[in-house]
């Protein structure tokens, strides 16, 4: 440990409605696996090498992932790629389910994606980054839009990513698709989110459903 931060690209999830009335501690368990075994099975289907990331930190009903800067793993990689899969992760599982069993345990996901400088000591990771991504995750608005929507992940982007990454439509991103909805207060500074909905899960979703 030293006091001289490292950078990280930073990807943390979390559940929506994990307090839910049918959310029992037993279910709650289960879903607890499946969101680490979905976001290991996106990575891995992504080509992202376990590696490329830090062990993953427990955010309780989520998951915090930090992704080293190496030239395989572009940050577009994770908007592109990663974020699209992990939704369809969501889909076929949630689409797998019984009826009478989605309302426990059907899940859906807020997104968010940063990229900064990051501490760590015995605790953990902390920082700034760390801040503004966990203060995009949980703000308010993101939880409407994923209110309003039916696909089972909504993404949101920090500005940072927005003008570096997405704003320059490299392959498989579409600056159209992010909006500028969610503004969050961190270190008496406003900032800006871009929420994206990952078309991946909206075509998906759209296909007819097996009768379980």
């Not at 369809?88 to 899940?107: F, K, Q, V």
């Not at 320059?168 to 900032?191: E, L």
């Amino acid at each position: 440990m030293s006091g001289n931060p490292v950078h990280r690209s930073i990807l943390a999830v979390d559940l929506e409605n994990s307090t839910g009335a049918f959310r029992t501690n037993p279910i709650k368990q289960e879903l607890r696996g499946q969101i680490y075994g979905q976001l290991k099975r996106a990575m891995a289907h992504t080509g992202i090498d376990d590696r490329w990331c830090d062990p993953f930190e427990d955010r309780g009903d989520g998951v915090l992932a930090l992704f080293h800067p190496v030239d395989e793993l572009p940050k577009t990689y994770l908007l592109s790629r990663l974020v699209p899969r992990l939704a369809h992760e969501l889909t076929d599982y949630n689409r797998s389910l019984p009826a009478a069993e989605r309302p426990g345990r059907s899940m859906r996901l807020r997104a968010v994606v940063h990229a900064g400088e990051v501490h760590r000591d015995d605790n953990g990771p902390f920082g700034e980054a760390i801040d503004l991504a966990c203060r995009l995750l949980d703000a308010p608005k993101l939880k409407k839009c994923l209110r309003a929507s039916s696909a089972p992940l909504v993404l949101v982007v920090s500005e940072d990513i927005y003008w570096g990454i997405v704003k320059h439509g490299y392959d498989g991103i579409c600056p159209a698709a992010y909006r500028p909805d969610v503004r969050v207060s961190v270190a008496a500074r406003r900032r800006t989110g871009f929420v994206h909905v990952p078309e991946i899960a909206a075509e998906v979703e759209s296909r007819p459903m097996a009768i379980a």
